[in-house]
């Protein structure tokens, strides 16, 4: 029988490691926010909320390739120091993994040391040394990569201007979550970025189980993949964030993805795709994109045909936030989020 997990799924590190290779999966399924009717740039609008001077530290959490880092270096001509801090490194420099969750290998020894977070403060600047991957010559990016995970950053104290973490908080376990935030408080005082709300792309949701349906039917039964945002939804971050900051602000986009192109509906397929490896078992791939090609790409053409408007359509649900101890005014339609708000 095909699976269909729900309610609060805890992220399992050894599935997502499987996401995030490269950076093709995060960028095949974030590409389709370009189709909002209502267009918002969250990274963009976090920048100007911050108020970054131009010669501060950011690390960035999660950075996956280091998407915006690049932006803040060549969008921004922002000068100052910018790490990533990303377990699964490759996505930016094809190296091989750093962080395997299956071995026992040096790095992985390593991150662990570091969960005795006493140690990070002596630790500082020569682990540093030995875990920053920088770029090869070639690379025309200056950000530098930490190969860690949230809870365990190995960067000296009071070293950021501000730390970011986009699309990321997700995927932590609950228990890390309060360990990572003190992570980042250790690191600087002003924390921002961005999650998804509870219905967000929840027709892509419906889609992958349709999927598992179709798999079934062919004898190949799976676990559907459980939403990734369920553990850090919109909902829930503003009823954690103002637990860890007293100054917290957000901003909401809530409207539709239009899908009324065939290019479009194609990068919507890469999407779902995108989401192959997260089924488990893996399905042969094959299996996969047939179900895509023969089932699902003609569904959503005949929607679109059928369509009054034309549009397939999805629903986009995003949040971004800013946080502080210390007084903040982030403007941008950033709104206060209270203790007792949510
Ligand atoms: C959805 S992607 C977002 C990437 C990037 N921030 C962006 O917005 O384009 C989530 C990233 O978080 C990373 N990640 C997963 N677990 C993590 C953890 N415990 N600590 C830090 N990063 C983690 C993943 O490897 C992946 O690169």
Redesign the pocket.
Known sequence: MTKYPSGEIEPNANI?ARN?QTSQN?RAR?MLYDFADEPMDMEAIVIDGLGLKSNETVVD????DG??LKRLEIEYGHTGLLLG????YT?ANKQEPAWDPMSTGELAKSLSMNRNRSKIENIGASMLQDIIKTFDENEPYKFNIVAA???AIPLKSNIAGAVTG???LY??KKD?RPVAFNEFKRLGDRFAGSTSGETNKANHRLIEQEIGEYLSQIGIETTVPAPMNTGFTTEKAKLELPQYYTNVYMVEQNCKMLINTAFRAERYLNSLMSMWNQFDPVPPEEAYREILLSRVYPMINRVMLNNPDRSFIDHISRSAFICSDEPINPGNGFERVYADAA
């Open positions: 997502l995030y995060v974030f959490v999660g950075t996956a998407n915006f801090v990303e377990p699964n996505q995970t949230a809870d986009f699309s990321v995927h932590l890390d």
